[in-house]
């Protein structure tokens, strides 16, 4: 008999995907007695990026930064044979703040810095920096201060924190910046958009953080005056290249002042965690998320796990569970996807479905073992 590969993010706001992939091993073998189900929890970059590393043998390493607003958090990264995985949200990310605590003009990136230093100083020698669900668009500002970085004004002052704040930008003194050359820098991400424009992260994401459309004037002025300074103390251009824009543009510092490259956040997760090894032997692979939607099939964990498994020789049916679904069979065909199912499809009421998933979900995997195991 072989076994189950299950691979699922978390469903936002009820399981995290070890809790998803607990529930799903629990309501196989209560199905089928001697399964053997392996369990790899998934992220894409953002939040619980963090914790699919430590399912994957990384250490939690906790530590203090500054939050979205410069307040203390407790934020942690893992570490793993001299690779760090940091999340961004767990030093400035929107989870951090109630709605009413919402500061698109001054949330600062400056914990994500703090928790580069710290991985650099615990020897990582190469670095992935999830991207997701940052409160901030100070276009990685705040990272390139706690890197020693310090941003003056006309008078020399140094500017508050915050993407409103870069307006007032005079010049870049780089003379004390930690010197990251020796290590290699990744970004995780599913987003592509540039710094600046239509496209770029105040016009696009910035009203998801609490931006009125005079915010997203003030932070778009904010960041053209920050590209305009950085790209000609460094030397070359970065606010166009893909994922500039990502994480209201600490994209856009990542790679100018570390020489980060993005890689698809779902596919680096699944490199991390062993996934294709897993697959030798499969019967089935379980993915999933809380919403199947238009955004699973741009790189969400969902798509990534089933292109992840499309190249292994031989077939793997993948399937995918979710709280609620709006793909139509031909969509998830395309993408992959065999079939997928819903806690919705057990229990109509929504409201019942994120109070209590858990024991809906190993209804669920019991019907998938019905379906696909027998």
């Not at 894409?44 to 203390?72: I, M, N, Q, S, Y």
């Not at 990542?254 to 020489?259: I, P, S, Y």
Request: glycine share 14%; net charge negative; with cysteine.
């Amino acid at each position: 008999m072989g076994h189950v590969v299950i691979a699922p993010d978390k469903f936002k706001g009820t399981l995290s995907a070890s809790e998803v992939a607990g529930h799903l091993a629990a309501g196989l073998h209560a199905t089928v007695a001697g399964l053997e189900a392996v369990a790899i929890p998934v992220a894409d970059g953002g939040d619980g990026t963090v914790d699919a590393a430590v399912a994957a043998g990384f250490r939690r390493v906790e530590l203090g930064v500054r939050g979205p607003l410069g307040k203390p958090v407790t934020a942690a990264f893992g570490l793993l044979d001299g690779m760090a995985v940091i999340e961004s949200a767990q030093a400035c990310g929107l989870g951090l703040l109630r709605g009413q605590e919402l500061s698109p003009l001054t949330a600062t990136t400056r914990g994500v810095g703090e928790l580069v230093v710290a991985a650099a100083r615990m020897g990582a020698k190469q670095v992935a920096i999830g991207l997701g669900g940052t409160a901030t668009t100070d276009g990685g500002a705040g990272l390139v201060q706690a890197l020693g970085g310090r941003l003056q004004d006309a008078d020399l002052l140094d500017l508050p924190p915050g993407g409103a704040a870069l307006a007032h930008l005079d010049r870049l003194d780089r003379s004390r910046m930690r010197d990251f050359s020796a290590i290699e820098f990744l970004l995780a991400s599913d987003v592509n958009n540039p710094l600046l424009g239509p496209d770029g992260a105040a016009a696009v994401y910035a009203p998801q953080k609490g931006a009125s459309q005079a915010d997203v004037a003030v932070l778009e002025a904010g960041l053209a005056r920050w590209a305009d300074v950085t790209e000609s103390a460094v030397g070359h251009r970065a606010r166009d290249l893909p994922g500039a824009g990502a994480a209201g543009g600490l994209g856009f510092a990542a790679q100018l002042f570390l020489g980060a490259r993005m890689r698809p956040g779902i596919e680096l997760m699944l490199e991390m965690a062993g996934f294709t090894q897993q697959l030798d032997g499969a019967r089935l692979v379980i993915t999933g998320e809380g919403s199947l939607d238009e955004q699973t099939l741009h790189g969400k964990a969902p798509a990534g796990v089933a292109q992840a498994t499309a190249a292994h020789d031989p077939a793997v049916p993948v399937i995918a569970v979710a709280g609620v679904r709006s793909l139509s069979g031909e969509q998830l065909r395309e993408a992959g996807i065999s079939a997928a199912y819903a806690l919705t499809d057990i229990e109509p009421d929504q409201a019942k479905c994120i109070a209590d998933p858990g024991p809906i979900l190993e209804r669920l995997a019991a019907r998938i073992a019905d379906d696909w195991l027998r």
